[in-house]
């Protein structure tokens, strides 16, 4: 049953979005009621497509940069020159993933000052540690006796990471990047206060003026992007993973 | 007096268990012996109700154990499984006094009764009572496993693999614990095994089960000796029946008189021991010695030879 | 292939007494003691102000003892020393700042000028960066106990509470800040615990028994959990601006929900987005809990003679409470976080300070909110944490 009602649901999702963003004059007649005064019914301070379109850039420019600072760190400190650092990168994962994403948001203003930036430095900085922690959890899970086989058959260290560890370790880091796109996309959500142009802005303008209809709009946008990009990660992940007959353990 | 009458037990489409009939006496092991899909486990859970049977009736001492509910039932049976199953939470005088304190028994009681069963499987209650399983010797956890069944001294002890998880040295060691408790206390014990070995070992009759079905049930020697045509056969026709044979009886029962030359042999011993003597030392007899240590007669190669072989 | 003898070429001899994280740990504190101000001078609240060295900030003793044993503590973290000392040198480097920067104001503050404002700078925190990290290395290295790490935890809460209750960090511009939003600061406070651990009381007593129900039920599992999952993957602002319509509505059409508060902005909505977050967690590890539950155990349960009711409370949750508790932890940390972007929807919480300050580009004021709301989640982490650990010793 659910082979059927998978992907009629994220077919419907994705119309849903598409509508929203490119025809939104289309659901005037349903989100009148939410409208009091004659405010306006559709976002009117900017096109929604294009406000998509940023939001969207900003997650993939700052999960990328996050990606590969993480994936980086990730195997120095499981190689035999950082192993020092493991420990301590274990904890400061650990502690920095207690701090709130509005708190690191808020607390760049003050070092950055306000706009695209701080946004860019919350999403990069607090996206990176279920990349960096999943990396770290993904290659320690590499079977010791397949690098140990990797190694007696005369494969040097970068090929035993390239060829046998990183691929046997890749659907937990696709787990790690599918949290961190998902965080980043709330995240830059918030962005708006700080004056970041996305999403937001939709719902923070609906918010401001009590405009339940802009804060509709804005909302089910964002989480309708989340959800479908979620999900289109999960896919990737379990055709990555059947292939290397891995699952990630990680939930998300 | 444990008798299955007709039972059967139906998963889905599948026939687990195909109309089994068979009583176990009082105070005697049973064991059940089948590869794994037998449903050797199916039949004696379906005794203490853990699978409740689809047809046929289950009686307990002349009382049909459908009548009971459930929990009842299975308080007043002894129950051990492969890997022990003792709560890793709970230390091991917790875990022995599980059942006790289901049925209610006043806290001294439970006390005295846990601290007997520890002695029981010479286990010092101030060194184990306040351990917990993981603290434990794989060994150590198996008697606890034996004792915890036992604490609320059930009359019938189900067991199912329960040495499946041991290895050979330890595992050999709770068999004969298992012995010298049952004679002790004088319990029914129905015991699941695909050991062939062990069933020679253990039971006083065997079970054999293939595909559902009770293909035959008889004495150790009866099995080895005149096995049902088929599974059976196949089951036992190793190369070592006539040992396995040789083990199932004494040097007491083939004893003839006369002497031999070398060092006696006790009567207890197994007539698998006395051919092993007899093969070492090179020689075709030895004598026999009563528990007084006197010579009673002697032991013969042509005798031990009579013993082991199959039907003629 | 014959080994080379070792020889001890100064090279490696260096490299060998060195602490590899101790020289990040040093560098960090070297750029914040030598390149960067410890603290800003501002003429009044919102304008920026000027940065002091340490030199320049402190009076010549303190700033002679600051250097030198900040130095000291640099020398400490770069060479190869023991956990210990390496924890007692993170500690007290910690404890000088924290000291070091409530003596600023007085310095560098003229007498009788109330609109000034202090507050720790650049170095500061690259220095306080630095040794927090020398003290969280030796911590991971002596693999402190459950004890031990909660031991430490209220080491450092006495230690902040006995600062602040001295008012020996009266001058700095946070707590300025707190002085004239005292009331409002622990009412907020206060609001933030309340909907936080009111969402996760709400999640337990229904995620509880919906876990237990999915741990028996594949079907209902392979419902509910997905659409947790979607739910989780919302975020949060649009979570909260979603939950304002239909709760708006039901205030519209009934006096009664209205009555009892319930609106499209305010509290309830922002409960029940924080309630929805926090199922996911409590019936995902519930059903993961249940199920790590040998069979064997479960077994050994039902053969003895245990009822359902019995098996479940005495075997199987104690058995699952270790991963219980870990929801439990990802819950409280999360919601503490979210209650924060509540404030947005005019639910409160230290996420009101904080967006005000942002109005305002009043750095001290998003302090206010954001600093305490990190320690709040902080010190549920490790207590959690803690929980967890000791939770998990009995079992195998």
Known sequence: ?252 | MIELEHVSRRFGEQLAVDDVSLSVARGTITVIVGTSGSGKSTTLRMINRLIEPSSGTIRIDGKDTAAVPGEELRRGIGYVIQGNGLFPHWTVARNIATVPTLLGWEAGRTEKRVDELLSLFSMRSEDFAKKFPHQLSGGEQQRVGVARALAAEPGLLLMDEPFGALDPIIRAKAQEDLLAVQRRLGITVVLVTHDMEEAIHLGHKIAVMDGGKLLQYAPPAEILANPAHGFVERLVNGVDRPFRLLSLSTVATIVEPGTADGPPLAETATLRDALSELLWLKRDALPVAGPDGSLIGRVSLAALRAHAGGPA | MTEATETTTPATALTTRLDRVGIVVAVIAVLGMDWQPFATLKPNRLISGQGLSLAASLPTLWAAIGVGVLSIATIVAVLRTGALLRLATGIASLLLLAVLIGIVPATVVPPGNAYARVSPAAGFWLMAFAFAVLTTDAVAKLRLGPLARLAMLAGAVVTVAILLGSGHWDGLSILKEYATNAQKFWREGAKHVELALGSLAAALVIGLPLGVACHRNATLRGITLPILNIIQTVPSMAMYGLMIVPLGLLAAWSPLAASLGIRGIGTAPALIALFLYSLLPVVANTVVGLGEVRRSVVEAAEGMGMTRHQRLFQVELPLALPVILTGIRIVLVQNIGLVTIAALIGGGGFGTFVFQGIGQAATDLVLLGAVPTIALAFTAAVLLDAAIELSERRRL
Not at chain 1, 23 to 41: I, M, R, Y
């Open chain 1, 1 to 252: 049953m659910s082979r059927i009602i998978g992907p009629i649901a994220r077919l419907a999702a994705l119309g849903l979005l598409l509508a929203l963003v490119l025809k939104p004059e289309w659901f005037v007649p349903v989100l009148k009621p939410f409208t009091e005064n004659n405010a306006p019914v559709i976002y009117n301070q900017g096109s929604l497509l294009s406000l998509t379109l940023y939001h969207l850039g900003l997650v993939a420019i700052a999960s990328l940069i996050g990606t590969a600072l993480a994936l980086v760190m990730g195997v120095f400190v499981t190689r035999k020159a950082g192993a020092e650092f493991l420990p301590l990168s274990r904890s400061l994962v650990n502690i920095g993933q207690t701090f709130p994403p509005v708190a690191v948001l808020a607390l760049a203003v003050p070092v950055v000052g306000f706009g695209v930036k701080p946004t860019l430095i919350a999403l990069v900085l607090y996206g990176l540690l279920p990349i960096f922690e999943n990396t770290i959890t993904g290659l320690k899970e590499v079977p010791e006796n397949v690098v140990e086989a990797a190694r007696g058959m005369g494969l040097d260290p970068t090929q035993q990471l390239f060829r046998v560890e990183l691929p046997l370790a890749l659907p937990v880091i696709l787990a790690g990047i599918r949290l961190s796109v998902v965080i980043n996309m709330g995240t830059a959500t918030i962005g708006s206060t700080v004056a970041a142009k996305g999403l937001g802005e939709v719902i923070i303008a609906g918010l401001l003026t009590s405009n339940t209809s802009f804060i509709l709009q804005g909302g089910i946008i964002v989480a309708l992007l989340a959800v479908l990009i979620y999900d289109g990660l999960a896919i990737l992940e379990r055709r990555v993973a059947k292939r290397t007959g891995r699952l990630a353990e990680v939930a998300g």
